[in-house]
C-alpha cells in the first residue's frame, strides 16, 4: 500500500491488501527449500513426492505460506503499522503450478490505548478460488494525529488481553 496508513483510513470489510504469487514452479519452491535448508524430497523430488509420498506433485512449503501471511499484512499496514499477533491453520496443500493469492481483510476495529488496532481475516487462495489456508492476524496502526506505534511494539496492560478469534 505504500505511504503512511492510519487507523482513521481503513474500514470493517475492506481488504487491506490482495497479493498473487506464481504459478508456482519447481524453482520456486526449491530455491525456498535451499534458503531455509529444508531438504525434503517432496518439495523438490516429483517422482519421490508422487511415487513414495503418494502427493499430487512436489508440494509449496508450508513456511513460504507462513512468510507470505506474514508479508501481506506487513505490506498492507505499511511502514506505520505493526503486525501483533498472527494465527492460520492449512487446509490444503499447494502444488507446483498453482497460483496463490494472499489476502487481510479487516473484520474488527477498536482503539485501546491511543492506537489503533485491526482485527484481520487471513486468506490463501488457489487459482481455482479454493482456500488452502485461512488465519487471523492483529495489526496496529496510529490514529491520525495520534501518537506513533511504538518501535519495538511493546505490550501493556491497555490492549494485553486482545486476543484472535477462533477459527469459522
Not at 523430488?45 to 505460506?65: C, E, M, T, Y
Not at 482485527?119 to 494525529?145: H, S
Request: glycine share 8%.
Amino acid at each position: 500500500m505504500g505511504g503512511s496508513l492510519y487507523f482513521d483510513d481503513v474500514e470493517v470489510d475492506q481488504t487491506l491488501l490482495r497479493v498473487k504469487k506464481g504459478p508456482m514452479t519447481t524453482t520456486h519452491i526449491m530455491r525456498w527449500s535451499s534458503a531455509i535448508e529444508n531438504w525434503h524430497r517432496i518439495h523438490y523430488d516429483q517422482r519421490f513426492a508422487i511415487d513414495h509420498d503418494k502427493l499430487p506433485d512436489v508440494l509449496v512449503n508450508g513456511s513460504w505460506k507462513q512468510h507470505i501471511l506474514a508479508q501481506v499484512m506487513k505490506d498492507g499496514l505499511g511502514p506505520n503499522g505493526w503486525l501483533w499477533k498472527i494465527k492460520f491453520r492449512y487446509d490444503k496443500m499447494n502444488v507446483a503450478g498453482d497460483t496463490i493469492y494472499a489476502e487481510a481483510k479487516i473484520a474488527e476495529k477498536q482503539v485501546l490505548g491511543g492506537l489503533g488496532f485491526v482485527t484481520c481475516r487471513l486468506f490463501l487462495t488457489d487459482q481455482n478460488d479454493t482456500v488452502n489456508t485461512n488465519g487471523w492476524a492483529i495489526g496496529v496502526l496510529p490514529l491520525r494525529g495520534g501518537r506513533e506505534v511504538p518501535y519495538p511494539f511493546v505490550v501493556n496492560p491497555a490492549y494485553a488481553d486482545l486476543n484472535l478469534p477462533n477459527y469459522r
